[in-house]
């Protein structure tokens, strides 16, 4: 599978477990981290001994699991392609005993610039097209976020999702509820 997408605006590829760096710097600014974990910043030895790993676990190139790292293109003023974010691609439930191989978790996380540009969505929508294009067992692609994080929420409903129901957050210790929705996708027609 070519792991490499470009939109009008954006570059798109799937992280490496090299990849910390980024990481960390997105995950610095305590707006980014308010619906994740109430504005903590992630500390380089959490990425190293947590995030990587649990990367490590799901990242499946051949597959379009992983984090897509997506980058505005080159500005011709510098030519330097500035890293925004990430979408998140796994199986739902993937930590779990019973992971939905047929319904991908979609999530994203990106840098507060390019918060209000539409970059999330248009990323977003890039790798489930090209994940579609080349993935056909892919049955529903779905999403949680915390219930006040208006908007995640909002990316949600422009991929097209509809709202399921809430639950409890599946990686969190706790009772944290987060609210699910899903899009069911449509077969290839042949």
């Not at 977003?124 to 219930?147: C, G, P, R, W, Y």
């Not at 929420?153 to 609210?179: S, T, W």
Request: aromatic share 10%.
């Amino acid at each position: 599978m070519d792991n490499h997408l470009s939109t009008q605006r954006l570059t798109i590829e799937l992280m490496t477990l090299d990849d910390a760096d980024l990481l960390f710097d997105l995950d610095q600014d305590p707006q980014v981290m308010k619906y994740i974990n109430g504005g903590k910043t992630t500390s380089k030895a959490d990425i190293q001994d947590i995030y990587i790993p649990r990367l490590a676990r799901y990242l499946t190139p051949a597959k379009g699991w992983g984090l897509w790292k997506v980058f505005n293109k080159c500005e011709p003023s510098n030519g330097k392609q500035d890293f925004l974010g990430w979408i998140l691609i796994r199986p739902m439930g993937f930590f779990s005993e019973a992971p939905n191989y047929n319904n991908l978790e979609i999530g994203w996380r990106f840098k507060k610039s390019s918060w209000g540009k539409g970059i999330a969505t248009e990323s977003a929508q890039a790798v489930m097209q090209h994940l579609l294009a080349t993935e056909q067992n892919i049955k529903h692609f779905s999403a949680i976020a915390d219930e006040q994080n208006l908007a995640s929420i909002n990316i949600m409903k422009k991929l097209g999702m509809d709202y399921i129901e809430k639950r409890l957050h599946p990686d969190v210790e706790g009772d944290v509820e987060v609210v699910l929705y899903s899009l069911k996708t449509k077969k290839p027609t042949k």
